[in-house]
T-cell receptor, first 112, second 115 residues
Framework: EDKVVQSPLSLVVHEGDTVTLNCSYE??????LLWYKQEKKAPTFLFML????IEKKSGRLSSILDKKELFSILNITATQTGDSAVYLC????????????FGQGTELSVKP | NAGVTQTPKFQVLKTGQSMTLQCAQD?????MSWYRQDPGMGLRLIHY???????DQGEVPNGYNVSRSTTEDFPLRLLSAAPSQTSVYFC??????????????FGEGSWLTVV
């Protein structure tokens, strides 16, 4: 059975802290790992990781995939209150219509 | 270009009632899917479609029915609503299966409560 597990489930930090969110996966016919940010509405896309060991960056966010150990991390540096959200990772299954297997999410709360 | 449009946004149903959540996209996407999201959980795939006339089950299909008679529309039917189906429902579409992540488009969600 395909499975994606995120940790921690929730996290409270203060502005300026650096956080690391974890995502492990066991997905048959795995193609890519996707990260989303969700704020009480539809998920918004952050990263798609297909190759192992190549870091992707967008501002203060970065992510990397390890296909040997079947995990990914999402780093957020110099956190801001606007980073407060649920972060979801999902495994994309190859050639099945954009079929995504989601983890349960990490709820991040950034305090001023 | 409206993207992915879901209706209704909010709905309250009584146990045993049936209803249809509508999903439409105007991007000529072949791939469409329905997810549900329960509190403290990620999205779980209900049904998906790789093109008009083709549908398949996801992780949690029981109690739901879908059809794909046109490329644009992918309605989700609740046959006999149960309180366990209280959830937020998201429709998604994409151009093809081998895609870049930011080309999966999500609708804004439909909040369904079954009492």
């Amino acid at each position: 059975e395909d499975k994606v597990v995120q940790s921690p489930l929730s996290l409270v930090v203060h502005e300026g802290d650096t956080v690391t969110l974890n995502c492990s996966y066991e997905v048959t016919n795995f193609r890519s790992l996707l990260w989303y940010k969700q704020e009480k509405k539809a998920p918004t896309f952050l990263f798609m990781l297909t190759s192992s060991g190549i870091e992707k960056k967008s501002g203060r966010l970065s992510s990397i995939l390890d296909k040997k150990e079947l995990f990914s991390i999402l780093n957020i540096t110099a956190t801001q209150t606007g980073d407060s959200a649920v972060y979801l990772c999902a495994g994309l299954i190859y050639n099945q219509g954009g079929k995504l297997i989601f983890g349960q999410g990490t709820e991040l709360s950034v305090k001023p | 270009n409206a993207g992915v449009t879901q209706t209704p946004k909010f709905q309250v149903l009584k146990t045993g009632q049936s209803m249809t959540l509508q999903c439409a996209q105007d991007m000529n996407h072949e791939y469409m899917s329905w997810y549900r999201q329960d509190p403290g959980m990620g999205l779980r795939l209900i049904h998906y479609s790789v093109g008009a006339g083709i549908t398949d089950q996801g992780e949690v299909p029981n109690g739901y029915n879908v059809s794909r008679s046109t490329t644009e529309d992918f309605p989700l039917r609740l046959l006999s609503a149960a309180p366990s189906q209280t959830s937020v429902y998201f429709c998604a579409s994409s151009y093809d299966g081998t895609l870049s992540g930011n080309t999966i488009y999500f609708g804004e969600g439909s909040w369904l409560t079954v009492v």
